[in-house]
C-alpha cells in the first residue's frame, strides 16, 4: 500500500490550501475499509495529529484546526482530502497522510500515530504572512 500526498506549498495567512492523500496498492473496496488521518510536523516541533476521518464517516480533528479544515474521501477514487482554510502561522509544517484497516465500531486512539500502518511520504505548507 502507498500514499502520496500533494498540494503542499505556498500559502499567504488566511488563504486556503488544499492537500491530496492518493492511495494506491489497494482495491476501492479495501481501502473504503480504512480510517485515514492527517499529521503534521512543524520545525522543531514533534509530530501532531490532525484530523482523520474514518471508515464509517466519522470526523474527528485538532481542536487548534477545527472549523477552519475539513476532511473528507473518494472511496472509488482511494482519495482523501484536507481542505485547509484560513491558514495561520502555526499551520506550516509538513502534512502526512496515514491509513489503517479497522472495522466499524474501532475508533480507539486514532489519534496516535502509533496506530497508522501506512504513511505518506509528506506534502510541505510554508505560511507566509
Known amino acids: 500500500v502507498q500514499l502520496v500526498e500533494s498540494g503542499g506549498g505556498l500559502v499567504q495567512a488566511g488563504g486556503s490550501l488544499r492537500l491530496s492523500c492518493a492511495v494506491s496498492?489497494?482495491?476501492?473496496?479495501?481501502?473504503?475499509?480504512?480510517?485515514v488521518a492527517w499529521f503534521r510536523q512543524g520545525p522543531g516541533k514533534e509530530r501532531e495529529f490532525v484530523g482523520y476521518?474514518?471508515?464509517?464517516?466519522?470526523?474527528m480533528y485538532l481542536e487548534s484546526v477545527k472549523g477552519r479544515f475539513t476532511i473528507s474521501r473518494d472511496n472509488a477514487k482511494k482519495m482523501v482530502y484536507l481542505q485547509m482554510n484560513n491558514v495561520n502561522a502555526e499551520d506550516a509544517a509538513v502534512y502526512y497522510c496515514?491509513?489503517?484497516?479497522?472495522?466499524?465500531?474501532?475508533?480507539?486512539?486514532?489519534?496516535?500515530?502509533?496506530?497508522?500502518?501506512?504513511w505518506g511520504q509528506g506534502t510541505l505548507v510554508t505560511v507566509s504572512s
Open positions: 496515514a491509513a489503517r484497516s479497522v472495522i466499524l465500531t474501532d475508533t480507539n486512539d486514532l489519534v496516535a500515530a502509533s496506530r497508522y500502518t501506512y
Open positions: 496498492g489497494v482495491s476501492g473496496g479495501i481501502f473504503s475499509r480504512y480510517a
Open positions: 476521518i474514518h471508515r464509517n464517516g466519522e470526523l
